[in-house]
């Protein structure tokens, strides 16, 4: 097949929404198919690709692996102030409703710098078929744009809630606006739970994942050191200070032999929270602050700790639980999780603490560092939770969709 996936998030981009398109781009790669990545550009990152040449780039691609083409944004220039919050909370308010009435999103600009590029991805790639991600709606609507363009179906991707990221007296009538879809993917049971309010279209759960490469690796963990690490965006600081009281009550009943000898790492885009809340750790452990880093890194660091941490968000499905998971090491989340994240943890027979004290985060730090000297060894109910896994569904969809 030859596909087209759209999403806001340029690949480069140091930010988890960059990561379920880009991923599913190259296993898609690998199951043999031709993919074109269309983004907008990192701003003051990397440069546009000039519509012009977007013809030529397509013929000379090696399609072994997923072409990108990213478009800067143009024109709408308060819609630029509207994200980057240079206007009154009111004017904002009456812009985004103007924008969602009028343009079915408030990221026009992008949607406008992408149509110059349409024509001849239609024209020279000639694409089977269409998949956009909304974490916002012009995604959607640049799919539409393209899919018409091209006399091909298109499919919506709900990474995020529809019902918590579209406002409320929008909800009902962009859900009948987009319906054009041919089907819908989902992001997990939770985001389809809440589709099924918005959208009849069919509804399929496609898990973001991991490489399948870290099963096939034993892995034994560093004696010199007790690593714990905390991984992810801490979006409640209440929730970041609960989690480090729970690690405090734990490092001070550790024997002073072992407490000296235990590393906190944080990866993660928030270092300045975790460097402000680890303030109540001075003395009692080491802190490393490790920032963004690869996937590849992440699972090192994964692999090497007693137990991985992370902050849940009510509001939303967690991919970072799976990611973690893939280590094979006992993972902690504050506050207690979904029955969705927890039934995936049980089956994968990974110890999962579900805590809603810090004495319960305390009491699972401890479980997991008795239990510190077993090694990590391939576990094959992980399997269908990798990306490979996951494409072989999203693949089948895809061919129902382009034979019927």
């Known amino acids: 097949m030859r596909l087209v996936f759209v999403n806001h998030c340029h690949p480069e981009t140091q930010h988890v929404c960059a990561t379920r398109m880009r991923e599913f781009a190259r296993a898609m790669v690998i199951l043999g198919h031709e993919v074109i990545l269309f983004t907008e550009t990192i701003p003051e990152g990397t440069s546009e690709t000039p519509p012009q040449q977007t ?3 397509i013929q000379d691609h090696d399609f072994s692996a997923p072409l990108y083409i ?17 206007l009154p909370w009111g004017i904002r308010q009456v812009i985004i409703i103007w924008y969602f009435f009028y343009y079915k999103g408030v990221f026009t600009d992008w949607r406008a710098g992408s149509q110059s590029h349409l024509k001849p991805i239609a024209e020279y790639f000639k694409p089977d078929l ?5 974490s916002n709606t012009d995604a959607w609507n640049i799919a539409r744009d393209l899919a018409k363009i091209s006399n091909v179906p298109w499919v919506g991707d709900i990474k995020d809630p529809w019902g918590i990221f579209i406002p409320a007296p929008f909800r009902k009538s962009l859900a009948q606006y987009f319906n054009s879809c041919a089907a819908l993917t989902t992001f997990s049971h939770f985001n389809s739970i809440d589709a ?3 959208f009849k279209s069919q509804k399929t759960i496609i898990y973001s994942g991991f490489w399948e490469t870290g099963l096939h690796q034993n892995y034994t963990l560093n004696q010199d050191n007790i690593n714990i690490s905390l991984t992810g965006g801490i979006y409640d600081n209440q929730s970041l200070n609960q989690l480090f009281e729970g690690i405090k009550i ?4 550790l024997p002073k ?6 590393h906190l790492n944080y990866a993660g885009n928030d270092n300045e929270s975790v460097n402000k809340a680890a303030k109540k750790l001075t003395n009692l452990c080491h802190l490393n602050l490790l920032g963004f880093i690869s996937i590849e890194e992440l699972q090192k660091v994964h692999q090497n700790s007693i137990a991985n941490l992370y902050i849940k968000i009510n509001r939303t499905f967690h991919h970072k639980a799976i990611e973690i998971l893939s280590a094979g090491r006992p993972v902690i989340c504050y506050p207690e999780e979904t029955d969705e994240v927890i039934d995936i943890a049980n089956a994968t027979n990974i110890a999962f603490h579900s805590c809603s004290t810090p004495e319960k985060i305390s009491e699972a730090l401890s479980q997991s560092l008795s239990t510190a ?13 990798t990306w490979n896994f996951q494409a072989k569904k999203l693949e089948t969809l895809f061919q129902d969709i382009i034979l019927n």
């Open 130 to 134: 269409i998949w956009a991600t909304f």
């Open 70 to 86: 990213s478009t800067q944004p143009k024109g709408h220039p308060l819609i630029k102030k509207l994200r980057d919050k240079k």
């Open 373 to 385: 000297s077993n090694n990590v060894h391939k576990n094959e109910n992980l399997k269908q939770l």
């Open 196 to 198: 099924q309010k918005w």
């Open 250 to 253: 734990w490092l001070l009943g």
């Open 257 to 262: 032999n072992k407490r000296s000898k235990v």
């Open 55 to 57: 013809r030529k780039k």
